[in-house]
């Protein structure tokens, strides 16, 4: 399994840093260098080996970095639901739902995405956009 299937991509990194998750992983997605036809090079690396020596830095995500700040379950305006992981057998993609405790044959969110890491990003990503959750 490639290092790019086991950290969030750098499009939901970004949004997680605009949501002011704090920027502590184990690697970071850095922007290395422009093209001279202005495409941007960047690279998955470990933020103890380079410091700060570049400009731009974005937390890439493991899948258990963002597994520790998805909570088990939680209170959502009066009922609780939990938050369910899992591979689709058929179409081979990532799934995280949201499901009442209560009744959990009623799901309230269903997320997709073709890595674990991308799906608990987005996940992540829904929950604190809503103010479903803190961190």
Known sequence: M????????LELAKRLKELDVEQF????????????????????????RYGSAFEER???????????????????????????????SIHGDYLINLRECARPERMTIHIRADTEADAR???LIYLLENKLITL
């Open 58 to 88: 974005y937390s890439a995500f493991t899948v258990a970095e963002l597994g520790e700040m998805l909570p088990a379950s939680f209170d959502w305006t009066g009922t609780n639901v939990f938050v369910e992981f899992g591979k689709s």
């Open 25 to 48: 992983s184990l690697f970071s997605h850095y922007r290395l260098s422009d093209s001279p036809d202005g495409t941007q090079h960047w690279e998955i690396l470990m933020p103890s």
């Open 121 to 123: 990003a987005k996940m």
């Open 2 to 9: 490639t290092l790019e299937n086991q950290v969030c991509s």
